[in-house]
């Protein structure tokens, strides 16, 4: 499994951003993607994540009705829409998941945030007051 985060650059609080994850080499309909977000002196922080093949989807407490996890199966890519920014959203935000579709049922559910096997490099987030 590959996974290539983009789309984060600077934003304004309040303003908007969407964030990409593109997933390669395994299948993608059975696959599930988490959301981490890593500030500097923070643990990383697990904010979103889909099982697509289950239709589920989880948020933290942090952004739950600010940001939106979606899926694209033709596309490969899992999206974060994320809205109403503020400044404490900043930090480099990864996309991460199991090691392969067969845990991606229940990744979400029972690993997700505290587990991940394939990460994506990871894009960088700016909010500007």
């Known amino acids: 499994v590959q996974l290539v985060e983009s789309g984060g650059g600077s934003a304004q609080a309040g303003g908007s951003l969407r964030l990409s994850c593109a997933m390669s080499g395994d299948t993608f309909d059975s696959y599930a993607i988490g959301w981490f977000r890593q500030t500097p002196g923070k643990a990383r922080e697990g904010i979103a994540c889909i099982s697509v093949s289950a239709g589920q989807k989880f948020y933290s407490e942090s952004v739950k009705g600010r940001f939106t996890i979606s899926s694209d199966s033709a596309q490969k890519t899992v999206y974060l829409q994320m809205n109403n920014l503020k400044p404490e959203d900043a930090g480099v935000y990864f996309c991460?998941?199991?090691?392969?579709?067969?845990?991606?049922?229940?990744?979400?559910?029972?690993?997700?945030?505290?587990?991940?096997?394939?990460w994506g490099q990871g894009t960088q987030v700016t909010i500007s007051p």
């Open positions: 991460g998941g199991p090691v392969s579709h067969y845990s991606g049922p229940s990744y979400c559910q029972l690993y997700w945030p505290q587990e991940a096997s394939r």
